[in-house]
């Protein structure tokens, strides 16, 4: 049975608007040093050839990024609950998939989100037909309503560059 709280509650967790828009202690920003450190690490596994699921910590060495990720996964476990993080670069999609992975390996492990296994899903309109009963609402232009994805403890989002038009979220 779940309590009823029935006096204010006051954590790191308790998100208020007011106190989020005074500072930004959710946001973190990757110095040049860990952007040097991620480069690395996606020459490092496109010269391995391993495939995404292979990909380790150990495979994707960042040696003082991973201090930090530490620091991250411990807000994630204990503090807000999340963080956001801004300044990544990459040349194409792929590349933005490694980094996402990399960092990811770095803050646990990752589990399938739906039947078919998959590891990491790709919101966009694929131009399927939402009707069809083995489509995702993600794989088509229809909008979603507020819902929540379930199964792990962290979910995590890459926001790239989007398309020309649609995508609104709010």
Same mark, same amino acid.
């Given at each position: 049975m779940t309590a009823i709280l029935t006096k204010p509650f006051d954590a790191a967790l308790a998100w208020k608007g007011a106190d989020m828009?005074?500072?930004?202690?959710?946001?973190?920003?990757?110095?040049?040093?860990?952007l040097g450190e991620i480069d690395a690490a996606v020459e490092r596994v496109k010269a391995s050839k391993l495939a995404l699921h292979e990909i380790t910590k150990e495979a994707f060495p960042l040696p003082s990024l991973a201090r930090d990720l530490?620091?991250?996964?411990?807000?994630?476990?204990?503090?807000?609950?999340?963080?956001?993080?801004?300044?990544?670069?990459?040349?194409?999609? %792929?590349?933005?998939?490694l980094i996402f992975w990399g960092i990811s390996v770095h803050l646990g492990q990752a589990i399938p989100q739906n039947p078919q296994g998959e590891l990491i899903g790709?919101?966009?309109?694929?131009?399927?037909?939402? %009707? @069809?009963? @083995?489509? %995702?609402?993600?794989q088509t232009r229809v909008s979603q309503p507020f819902?929540?994805?379930?199964?792990?403890?962290?979910v995590g989002l890459m926001c790239i560059p989007g398309a020309k038009s649609g995508g609104k979220s709010k």
């Open positions: 828009l005074k500072r930004e202690v959710w946001l973190y920003r990757f110095s040049e040093r860990a530490e620091r991250i996964a411990d807000e994630l476990e204990n503090g807000r609950g999340f963080v956001q993080m801004k300044g990544l670069r990459f040349r194409d999609e %792929r590349e933005a998939e790709h919101v966009r309109d694929e131009g399927l037909d939402i %009707r @069809n009963g @083995n489509v %995702r609402a993600y819902h929540t994805d379930i199964g792990g403890d962290v």
